[in-house]
């Protein structure tokens, strides 16, 4: 396909995302399969331009003066590739397979002072999020949301964490250097590889060491909160909502395969994938528990016995938006509402697991207060055994002194963000069970 032809295609795509309120993911899935010519180049330069267009629709619309599908895309190509009008009317021709030719309001579009203008515009446009979480992203970051969310709004690198059952960072470092890995700034674990200027990322499962279980993809954000939770060989941990297995690989390693791990999950189909994690990470030590009912509780025998219990708990997601720009223009005040109970919930059963003594390590992929002190202080509220752990203290004992200062609004926790730690956005908070 030519260049033109991939943004024609990326107009559709995005058109099929607004109409029809699905993912991305899904949108391209299907527009690849009713386009078997399209090779995985071409379907790969149309999914990050249809990306690159979620992560800026806001501030692209504002812009070209207009929404939709169209526009946004121009405007994303000006704000978020640097492109100039005759680069971009060099696309805009209306040849075979190319976009119709730029109009004169597209054109005084793009000749619109871009940086005065967003300098002008409400929070919610110049960092490109919805109207309706202006007030939640407010009272998490105050007057520096607009940066908060712009860096929210960029592309992420490849995160992977080394998996020390198997290989250290060094022998990790020297098999992926080819693809110009580096070691993570923050996570004694992590790896990163920076994507191609074209968005593409390398096929890292088909890394032999992928393969070997030496590596895991998984956010510098997510390794550290798991770092935080601090498992110890020889104990009792579970992990409470442990979906695909991602924490649970990382927790087994720091346990060294010494102990008992619980991993579950309310939806067994979630859990699908943790089978073959677990084998090629050479993990032994994980019971894996689903209900078998709707009223079945699998870790019934386990009530008080606990020293850790992680929860990765349900939430809107929103830390993820460097990754899934489509996720926050679906989320909804009842999707937010949702959650919320969700945690509850979630935590609740958690104050069942844990022994006294032992911790609860709550843990969200969100930068919303309401998802994270505002959830931490209303599980205080219901259970007087329980207290926090000092953030710093927290971060102290796993070696991450750095994070001392990356205290939550609230106080109870520790919140990551792309602007402030260069990962995902986290936000982790430690409970002890007095």
């Not at 949108?27 to 010519?37: I, N």
């Not at 590739?81 to 005759?86: D, I, N």
């Not at 994507?195 to 070997?212: L, M, T, V």
């Not at 979630?270 to 994690?277: D, M, N, Q, S, Y």
Request: net charge neutral; aromatic share 6%; charged share 25%.
């Amino acid at each position: 396909m030519t260049p033109a032809a991939r943004l024609s295609a990326a107009i559709e795509v995005l058109a099929d995302i607004e109409g029809r309120r699905r993912p991305a993911a899904d949108a391209l899935k299907d527009w690849g399969l009713a386009h078997r010519f399209a090779g995985s180049g071409d379907r790969s330069a149309i999914g990050t331009l249809v990306y690159d267009t979620l992560r800026r629709r806001n501030s692209a619309a504002a812009l070209m003066g207009k929404d939709g599908p169209r526009a946004t895309l121009i405007g994303a190509l000006r704000l978020a590739r640097g492109w100039s009008t005759e680069q971009i009317e060099g696309l805009f021709t209306g040849e075979r397979f190319a976009p119709s030719p730029l109009t004169e309001e597209e054109r005084a579009g793009l000749g619109r002072d871009a940086e005065a203008l967003l300098a002008a515009a409400p929070a919610w446009i110049a960092g490109d999020y919805p109207q309706w979480l202006d007030p939640a992203l407010a009272a998490s970051f105050g007057e520096s949301r607009v940066a908060e969310a712009r860096a929210m709004a960029e592309r992420a690198p490849v995160d992977l964490r080394v998996n020390t059952l198997r290989c250290d960072r060094e022998t990790a470092l020297a098999d992926l250097a080819p693809l110009g890995a580096v070691a993570t700034p923050l996570s004694p674990l992590g790896l990163r590889i920076a994507i191609s200027a074209d968005g593409r990322a390398p096929a890292i499962q088909a890394e032999p060491a992928f393969q070997r279980g030496f590596i895991e993809i998984q956010d510098e954000g997510s390794q550290i909160a798991g770092l935080l939770a601090g498992a110890k060989p020889g104990t009792t941990v579970v992990d409470l909502c442990a979906g695909g297995g991602g924490k649970t690989l990382e927790l087994a390693a720091a346990m060294r395969n010494e102990g008992t791990l619980y991993a579950t999950d309310s939806d067994k189909r979630r859990l699908a994938p943790i089978w073959e994690r677990l084998t090629r990470a050479g993990v032994t030590i994980v019971e894996v528990r689903h209900p078998r009912g709707r009223n079945d509780e699998p870790l019934s025998d386990v009530f008080g016995k606990a020293d850790l219990v992680v929860v990765d708990a349900p939430c809107t997601g929103t830390g993820t938006w460097r990754r899934n720009p489509d996720a926050k223009w679906r989320v909804r005040p009842s999707s937010l509402e949702g959650r919320i109970a969700d945690q509850a919930t979630v935590l609740d059963r958690a104050a069942r697991l844990v022994r006294p003594g032992g911790r609860i390590a709550y843990i969200t992929c969100s930068v919303l207060r309401d998802e994270n002190d505002d959830a931490v202080a209303a599980f205080l509220g219901r259970h007087d055994g329980f207290a926090p752990v000092s953030p710093a203290k927290a971060a102290a004992a796993a070696g991450l002194d750095a994070l001392a200062n990356r205290t939550s609004p609230g106080g109870h926790g520790l919140q990551l963000t792309p602007l402030r730690t260069g990962t995902d956005g986290f936000f982790f908070a430690l409970l002890r069970r007095t």
